[in-house]
């Protein structure tokens, strides 16, 4: 096994970590525990499953830190590739990304705190502290729409490095720059027209998966630009 390929093998378990924990404060939680339109029902959840939320809590900070693995681990692969490019990537991948996993956190600590009534909210009634607890949720919504931003960018250094690279297919290059894109526009529809937001997201999801596909072939085939051998040589013949 060559170098590249264990680098490359390493970057595909890492992403395959990152793909098991981020949706779990971004999909499972929100599933399990939050009721639309109904704030007290959401913090009675909450306070009901706090172990579940507290895992929420914890899978953000896990994907902060692996995203800042999986880029290093990227550098490794792509550093002889353009330097320039792998750093991008750590920096916009791996450095803000962790700083906003991170940032969010409190968001969600703020949340369970409030939601377990300590002495000095007694001055809140209960609708009030449900209130406040609701906008720290909402803000860690909030928060999210903004990271796409970084969800998207750091696909694009990703994507040029794997077309200028030797050892891996071109059309996750075209995948992951689609990808980025898509993030970019659901991160704008956010900001500027969210009442396109469910339209753009709806379109934007399935190219998600590209992601999922480039890190199988990741872990399975490494740094391989594809399954085909080159044919053996034969012998030249003697005369």
């Known amino acids: 096994m060559t170098a590249?390929?264990?680098?490359?093998?390493?970057?595909?378990?890492?992403?395959?970590?990152?793909?098991i924990a981020a949706p779990v404060r971004l999909v499972y939680i929100p599933m399990r525990l939050f009721v639309t339109d109904d704030t007290g029902a959401t913090m009675s959840n909450i306070l009901t499953h706090e172990g579940l939320f507290r895992l929420g809590i914890f899978s953000d900070l896990l994907t902060g830190?692996?995203?800042?693995f999986l880029t290093l681990a990227f550098y490794r692969l792509f550093a002889q590739v353009d330097r320039t490019l792998a750093t991008l990537t750590?920096?916009?991948?791996?450095?803000l990304q962790a700083a906003i996993y991170f940032f969010n956190v409190l968001n969600d600590a703020a949340v369970l705190l409030i939601a377990r009534g300590p002495d000095f909210l007694s001055v809140f009634d209960k609708p009030q502290r449900d209130a406040l607890a609701l906008l720290f949720l909402k803000l860690h919504g909030q928060e999210i729409g903004a990271a796409m931003v970084l969800w998207g960018l750091?696909?694009?250094?990703?994507?040029l490095l794997i077309f200028r690279s030797p050892f891996l297919p071109k059309i996750f290059g075209w995948g992951l720059a689609l990808n980025g894109v898509a993030y970019l526009a659901q991160s704008i529809t956010w900001s500027v027209l969210p009442q396109f937001d469910n339209v753009v997201t709806g379109i934007s999801a399935p190219l998600q998966f590209v992601e999922i596909l480039f890190m199988l072939w990741l872990l399975v085939f490494g740094a391989r630009r594809s399954l085909r051998r080159p044919p053996a040589t034969l012998p030249a013949a003697s005369i």
Request: aromatic share 6%.
């Open 65 to 68: 830190v692996l995203m800042l």
């Open 4 to 19: 590249s390929d264990r680098n490359a093998r390493i970057a595909g378990l890492l992403y395959l970590l990152v793909i």
């Open 154 to 159: 750091w696909l694009v250094p990703l994507a």
């Open 90 to 95: 750590v920096i916009l991948g791996g450095v």
